[in-house]
């Protein structure tokens, strides 16, 4: 079960599908009618998967990949790696089996405890799965290729799927760049622009998937929509603190998070959804900025719009998931060079212990 972190936010039931078996009927003979014979049913044909099960599928087969290359480049470079490679190798190790259990439905966490429990009666070394990394560059590929379907995978599957597996997108995006300075040469493509997350999968007609409540969505876009503005304001004063090439990042931020928030209040305004009017100035914290509370700051905007935009991804009708889906991407990947450690899922807490 995943539930909300502390605070606020709510994390929706990850869903559940079941099915129901047929019922078989024999032969009857009808006294005065002559021998009717009343046949089986035609054997039963499960539904096909819906969209939110062929990604879950995709999703687990490249966790499963990248888990087992995560474990055995830990090993192989135990002895000589950098201590900030062997952290990031370690927290790899820890996280992307959580990240596993999060996706698994109610049915699957049980059959795998089973099957846990049989294995461990008669022990065997399990093979990894195809085509696992092995080296560094390969676990570094691998990441950046389940980043990007778990984006993909947001923009399509339902509202209680899309938040948990944003948060893999978001935590993963952040892995990438800790792992990519240990790479020589590594050249890591971007996370995807919200132009780029299209549906990539037809939607199967048998089991479409949902989105969340109305109300949940209104009070998602209204808290983001402060938040940027709130973001464009603080690097703005930021910026008049600082020179050169420090103050032209803190304008390009404060640019970049207008410019969201002016897309969230035109999305607001066309969906009926509360629409947040810039303000001309925002209480600092503190009330005014000594040098440690200057520095902590971009820090702690990047977390809180990391969380806000992760909840309205589940929110969201799925027209409306491709920015914040993005903006998750990207503050996640703003937070890299900036904190050691960020939760397994962000903003949700996973109260299943991993399977296996």
Do not use: K, N
């Amino acid at each position: 079960m995943i539930r909300p972190a502390p605070g606020p936010r709510r994390a929706p039931m990850l869903r559940r599908r079941a099915l129901l078996g047929a019922v078989a009927v024999g032969a009857l003979s009808l006294a005065g009618c002559g021998r009717v014979a009343l046949g089986g049913p035609e054997p039963y044909t499960p539904p096909p998967p819906g969209i939110d099960d062929l990604y879950r599928a995709d999703l687990l087969a490249a966790l499963d990949r990248a888990a087992a290359g995560s474990r055995t480049v830990q090993a192989d470079v135990a002895a000589a790696a950098d201590p900030a490679v062997a952290v990031t190798l370690a927290d790899l190790v820890r996280v992307l089996p959580v990240h596993r259990t999060a996706l698994l439905t109610g049915a699957q966490i049980e059959a795998e405890r089973d099957s846990a429990a049989e294995a461990s009666e008669e022990p065997t070394a399990s093979a990894p799965p195809p085509e696992a990394p092995t080296d560094a560059a390969s676990l570094l590929a691998t990441l950046v290729e389940l980043r990007d379907l778990a984006a993909d995978a947001a923009r399509q599957v339902s509202g209680s799927l899309a938040r948990p597996v944003a948060a893999i997108a978001a935590r993963t995006a952040w892995s990438v760049l800790r792992l990519r300075d240990s790479v020589d040469d590594a050249e890591v493509p971007l996370s995807p622009a919200a132009e780029d997350l299209q549906p990539r999968r037809e939607v199967p007609a048998a089991d479409p998937p949902s989105i969340g409540a109305e109300s949940d969505y209104r009070a998602s876009i209204e808290r983001a929509q402060r938040a940027q503005w709130y973001g464009g304001y603080l690097h703005e004063v930021l910026a008049a603190r600082t020179e050169d090439e420090v103050r032209e990042g803190h304008l390009d931020r404060a640019e970049l998070h207008r410019a969201r928030a002016e897309e969230l209040s035109r999305i607001a305004e066309e969906d009926g959804a509360p629409v947040v009017a810039r303000q001309a100035v925002y209480a600092i914290p503190g009330g005014t900025l000594d040098e440690e509370t200057a520095a902590q700051l971009p820090t702690l905007l990047a977390q809180e719009l990391l969380l806000d935009h992760l909840a309205l991804v589940g929110a969201a009708p799925f027209e409306r998931r491709p920015l914040p889906i993005a903006a998750a991407l990207q503050e996640a990947e703003t937070l890299a060079p900036l904190v050691d450690a960020m939760d397994e899922l962000p903003g949700l807490v996973v109260e299943e212990e991993p399977a296996g």
